[in-house]
């Protein structure tokens, strides 16, 4: 890698680790599809709700950057890639800058969410205040205190699921369905593949470090069997979408189940590997793959 200026650009571009905005952006896709399929999309609320889970999401990688740092996380023995300030790409003090930075353009544009939509909604719009406070709360006890207590695979059930999901499709149709609820577990399973083959790379450092993620907790075969079965329940709740009519059954084959073998194809290389930095390459298969199934199955249900 070439090298990095201190506070430089280049550096705030790899501290965001854009790579990660497709977990911000696939629910807010899948809720806009649901809502577009019932003939209840508006445009302004879901750029609006993209913008601040992409926010959402550069703030959080700043915090995890920070504290991991500060915590001693990120040592030189790290198998995942480069954190900015721990490689000194970046000082903890602009660090905390751009946690406020971050935080502020979400805030922004919850604002502007929250103007478009006030007194439309069920609650008027203050529920949506309750929700923005809510996600800049667990942004923070995310990294600072809960992922080290095992907690990381729920908060990605609730924050990249139930919220983003349930919230976007809430802010264009001003109600909530079972339909919503499905998709919004559906993509929290789908999204926490990507969280649990993370924490499988880095499970003999987390040890040391004291980070009791479910995979330091219960094994290796734990975790390889977490991560085959959250892509295969993921794909199963899709003919939820089949039985309601949403999903044509070839739809239902060339999506869900096209994403279930990919996901399986990737969980053999990863068993096989089983260690080290070869596990990065699964991580990036992963991604793929869930972005894979966030699009398809949102073209599916738009359709």
């Known amino acids: 890698m070439k090298e990095i200026k201190l506070n430089s650009p280049y550096a705030w571009f790899l501290a965001a680790r854009p790579k990660t905005l497709t977990g911000a952006i696939i629910p807010v896709l899948l809720g ?93 719009g203050w529920e949506l205040v309750a929700l923005g406070v809510v996600c800049i709360l667990f942004a923070f006890l995310y990294t600072t205190l809960l992922s080290y207590l095992g907690w990381g695979d729920v908060l990605v059930l609730v924050f990249f699921g139930f919220v983003p999901v349930c919230g976007t499709y809430y802010v264009q149709a001003y109600t909530l369905n079972m ?34 993620t479910l995979v330091v907790r219960y094994g290796r075969k734990f975790g390889e069997n ?28 060339w999506a869900p189940c096209v994403y279930l073998c990919m996901h399986a194809l990737t969980w053999r290389k990863m068993v096989n590997i089983r260690s080290g930095k070869g596990l990065n390459r699964i991580l990036g298969e992963t991604s793929r793959n869930m972005l894979f199934l966030g699009i398809l199955l949102a073209v599916a249900l738009a359709a």
């Not at 926490?192 to 499988?200: G, K, P, R, S």
């Open 179 to 212: 339909n919503v609820l499905v998709l919004s577990l559906i993509s929290g399973l789908a999204i926490d593949t990507l969280l649990m083959v993370n924490n499988y790379r880095d499970r003999e450092q987390d040890a040391v470090s004291g980070k009791c």
């Open 226 to 253: 977490m991560y085959l079965g959250l892509g295969i329940a993921a794909t199963l709740l899709c003919l939820w979408f089949v039985n309601t009519g949403q999903l044509t059954l070839i739809e239902f084959i």
């Open 32 to 124: 806009s599809a649901l809502a577009f399929s019932d003939g209840e999309f508006k445009t302004l609320p879901a750029l609006l709700c993209a913008l601040f889970a992409c926010g959402m999401q550069i703030a959080a990688n700043f915090i995890n950057d920070l504290f991991d740092f500060q915590k001693g996380t990120d040592r030189k023995d790290r198998l995942g890639p480069p954190r900015a300030c721990a490689e000194g790409w970046i000082t903890p003090g602009a660090m905390k800058l751009g946690i406020g930075c971050a935080l502020l353009l979400s805030c922004l544009a919850g604002l502007a969410l929250l103007f478009t939509v006030w007194g439309q909604l069920p609650h008027g």
